[in-house]
């Protein structure tokens, strides 16, 4: 086989499980999926610059190692001593700047393990396709088997699995309100994962029967992962019947709609009889419905944990703007907004927050119905739910507006504004 062919079907052994393995990941993210746009920045992220940045520090942080040790020890030692730290540093850049930058979509700690999850895959794809061809360069057809058999498939989770810990870590801190645990978790997720990386790279070196250490030690943190990933599926459904529930009291969701939009395969089951029978535009207004569905109830659990007033505050900074997206606030105890109820620009709030959709906000959220509120919305302002699709309709006098149907063949999910 030449050279050429060996490139183009290293190329394709990384790829293929690599979208295999991403796609597993995104299907995890049940009630409430990232942004593709963010998921695909952190991915190339890991492939492209946290490559190229971790080749550097590797090489130049390797040199002092060979000269103490030499050349044999020295190369031998430096995937362990040297890689670890370095690429999960490399890797875990990705995910502090989405916490700096766009934190609001960090609302769980699926969250967290789903984007180091996506920056580890990107990573591991590309650094597949240097291994696979050096094996080929330097064993033959056989040897470039083997090698693929054991990085793409037996620990082709292993960069996802490392720099998961660091993105846990770092969604831990973000909804926690103790300052200790705020500083601690992402130090410790980083840890976690230079260790474990450091554990992986340093069995394999051993070779022989080590490798079978190593897969021991591999596989049980993938599961240990899957554990936490169904522990943080189940804690975002617990918040949806939670939070969700209080709208069916206040007449905002249908129990039917509460029921769907709470289960995942209920949702799943829906969606696909939508899309059968009706088309893809009912299934996509299904579909926005019953995201938006989560993002009222992660919006009032952080309101809940945060309750920050300050960003309350910004919140009503957009009200004076205008957008297909309308919802109706109120701003108590401001002079300027005691007039009357003003219409909310959601995609102004979504810039705000870092992006151009309202995503996970820390606001006080809640029903406006007859009058009355929620107790969760003593606070600064009062927003409606946020549960309706984009929609045409226009502010009629005095504020009022209509809402589109939340799911086709569905009445309205709110009702008129008082």
């Given amino acids: 086989m030449s050279e050429t062919a060996a490139l183009f079907l290293s190329i394709l052994a990384a790829i293929v499980p690599t979208l295999l393995y991403v796609g597993v990941i995104y299907w995890v993210d049940r009630y409430e999926k990232e942004p593709w746009w963010l998921l695909t920045s952190a991915f190339l992220w ?3 610059p946290g490559i190229l940045i971790a080749l550097f520090f590797n090489t130049l942080l390797s040199a002092p190692l060979l000269l103490i040790l030499g050349n044999d020890l020295g190369m031998a030692a430096a ?13 875990g850049l990705a995910l502090v700047a989405i916490f700096i930058f766009w934190r609001n979509e960090i609302d769980s700690p699926l969250d967290g393990i789903i984007y180091g999850a996506i920056v580890g895959m990107g990573f591991a794809m590309v ?18 088997g083997v090698n693929v058999v054991l990085r793409a498939v037996l620990f082709g989770l292993n960069h996802a699995l490392f720099s998961s810990f660091t993105g846990l870590g770092i969604a831990i801190a973000r909804q926690s309100t103790n300052r200790g645990v705020q500083i601690v978790m992402p130090v410790l997720g980083w840890a976690t994962a ?6 992986h790279n340093f069995t394999v070196t051993l070779g022989n029967l080590f490798i079978f250490l190593a897969l021991l030690f591999d596989w049980g943190g993938v599961w240990l992962v899957l554990m936490i990933i169904l522990w943080a599926v189940l804690q975002e459904r617990r918040w949806l019947r939670h ?27 829906y969606l696909m009889k939508t899309l059968l029978e009706q088309g893809y535009r ?6 926005r419905f019953f995201l938006q569905c989560s993002h009222l109830a992660y919006t009032k659990h952080h309101w809940k944990l945060f ?26 105890n401001t002079a300027e907004f005691a007039e009357n109820a003003e219409v909310l620009d959601l995609s102004a709030l979504g810039a705000l927050c870092g992006g151009k959709r309202v995503r996970k906000l820390r606001y006080s959220v809640a029903s406006v119905t007859s009058g009355s509120f929620s107790s969760a919305t003593r606070s600064t302002v009062i927003v409606q739910s946020i549960i ?3 929609t045409t309709a226009t502010a009629a006098t005095n504020g009022a507006h209509r809402m589109p149907r939340a799911m086709p063949g569905k009445p309205t999910a709110s009702g008129s504004d008082r």
Avoid at 282 to 287: E, I, K, Y
């Fill in 46 to 48: 890991g492939a492209v």
């Fill in 79 to 91: 995937p362990s001593l040297i890689g670890p730290p370095v690429e999960e540093s490399v890797k």
């Fill in 127 to 144: 650094e597949n396709v240097f291994y696979f061809v050096e094996t080929f360069n330097q064993g033959g057809l056989e040897a470039w």
């Fill in 194 to 199: 230079v260790f474990l990386h450091f554990l």
């Fill in 243 to 269: 939070y969700l529930a209080e709208e069916v009291a206040l007449g905002t969701l249908t129990t039917n709609e509460f029921l769907r939009a709470s289960s995942g395969r209920k949702r799943t089951a």
């Fill in 282 to 287: 009912a299934n996509r207004q299904a579909s």
């Fill in 307 to 332: 309750q920050d007033e300050k960003s309350a505050q910004k919140f009503s900074i957009c009200a004076r703007k205008s957008t297909p997206w309308r919802i109706s606030c109120t701003h108590k």
């Fill in 388 to 390: 309706n699709a984009p």
